[in-house]
C-alpha cells in the first residue's frame, strides 16, 4: 500500500509515496514512543523533531478508551455544528495551557496501520484530539491561555 503525502502550509505539492510495508517499523516505534508519554492523548510525528524524514508530516497516534492507534494521512472532511473553546495541555508546551476552538463532531479519513482507508464521524473527546493532533500536522498554532 502506497500513500502519497498530501500538500499543507508547509509543502506546496505532494512531496514524495510512502509505502507502508517499509515505514511500518517506523511507525510501530513512533506508536511505542506515543504509548510511554505520561499523560498522552496522542501525538504529532512533527511534535518530537522527526520532521526530516519525509514521512513525518502525515500521521499521528492517539488514544481514546486505552485504545492506541496510528493515523496515516489524515483528512478532517467536515466540521460539524457548533465550535466552542476548549482548554488544553500539550507536550509542544508543558506546562502551559491553550485555547483553541474545537467542534464535538468531525467527518475524517484516513489509513490505519494496515493499510485500509477509514472514513468516519469522530465525536466528543476523541473528536478534540483528533483536531488538536491534525492541526499541528497542518502547522496550525493556538492561542496561550492568558494567565492572570
Known amino acids: 500500500m502506497k500513500f502519497k503525502i498530501i500538500p499543507n502550509e508547509q509543502t506546496s505539492k505532494c512531496i514524495d509515496i510512502v509505502n507502508l510495508e517499509?515505514?511500518?517499523k517506523l511507525l510501530e516505534k513512533f506508536?511505542?514512543?506515543s504509548m510511554r508519554q505520561y499523560n498522552c492523548a496522542g501525538l504529532?510525528?512533527?511534535?518530537v523533531s522527526?520532521?526530516?524524514n519525509r514521512i513525518m508530516k502525515s500521521f499521528f497516534t492517539i488514544c481514546f478508551n486505552h485504545h492506541?492507534?496510528?493515523i496515516i494521512n489524515?483528512?478532517?472532511i467536515e466540521y460539524i455544528g457548533e465550535s466552542e473553546q476548549k482548554i488544553e495541555g500539550c507536550l509542544t508546551w508543558l506546562g502551559k495551557k491553550i485555547i483553541a476552538e474545537r467542534y464535538s463532531e468531525i467527518h475524517v479519513s484516513y489509513y490505519n496501520i494496515k493499510?485500509?482507508?477509514i472514513v468516519a464521524t469522530i465525536i466528543g473527546y476523541e473528536a478534540q484530539i483528533w483536531q488538536h493532533e491534525y492541526n499541528h500536522l497542518m502547522g496550525i498554532e493556538e492561542k496561550f491561555l492568558e494567565e492572570n
Open 22 to 24: 517499509t515505514d511500518k
Open 31 to 33: 506508536l511505542s514512543f
Open 44 to 47: 504529532a510525528a512533527n511534535q
Open 50 to 52: 522527526l520532521d526530516n
Open 68 to 70: 492506541w492507534d496510528i
Open 74 to 76: 489524515p483528512e478532517i
Open 115 to 117: 493499510g485500509l482507508k
